[in-house]
């Protein structure tokens, strides 16, 4: 609260956000009560290289962990973290872009907080066109979001 009222006392608005590691309850004990409080304008979850949660040659783990962990925290917009390339993630959690497209954002995007898709890195990304590949499936919520 005190950041947002810093920022309006400045004629800014102050967005908070967070970008922790899946399996929710795994977090830190702080992170898991902080994204609770609801304060989060965005949280950026990391569903690569934590095997509980990631996508491993299907969709299951990966899904129960969104709907069952994520998709009901109490913040602004929730983002699907995911590695650009399969070097990005060397313990795992790569999507093919067709499977992201066909198993994993259709059951993501009918999440009231679903915000979007955030991938790790722009690095990666420049030599797997990953972004390119996703952008017009992945559906933003609002125009505020840039997808690059």
């Avoid at 609770?36 to 299907?58: E, I």
């Avoid at 990666?124 to 505020?144: A, C, E, G, H, L």
């Amino acid at each position: 609260m005190a950041l947002s009222e810093l920022g309006e006392g400045a004629g800014q608005k102050v967005y908070l956000a967070a970008a922790p590691q899946c399996p929710f309850q795994n977090n830190y004990y702080f992170l898991h009560e902080a994204i609770n409080t609801g304060l989060f304008d965005y949280v950026w979850v990391q569903f690569y290289n934590n095997p509980p949660c990631q996508y491993s040659g299907g969709a299951t783990s990966h899904l129960n962990s969104w709907n069952n962990e994520w998709s009901n925290i109490p913040t602004g917009k929730l983002f699907l973290g995911l590695p650009a390339a399969p070097e990005a993630a060397p313990s795992g959690g790569y999507i093919e872009p067709d499977n992201l497209i066909s198993e994993v954002l259709p059951v993501i995007k009918a999440t009231p907080i679903y915000g979007g898709v955030m991938l790790w890195s722009k690095f990666f990304d420049k030599d797997y066109n990953y972004s390119s590949k996703i952008k017009p499936y992945v559906s933003m919520i609002t125009q505020n979001y840039d997808v690059i």
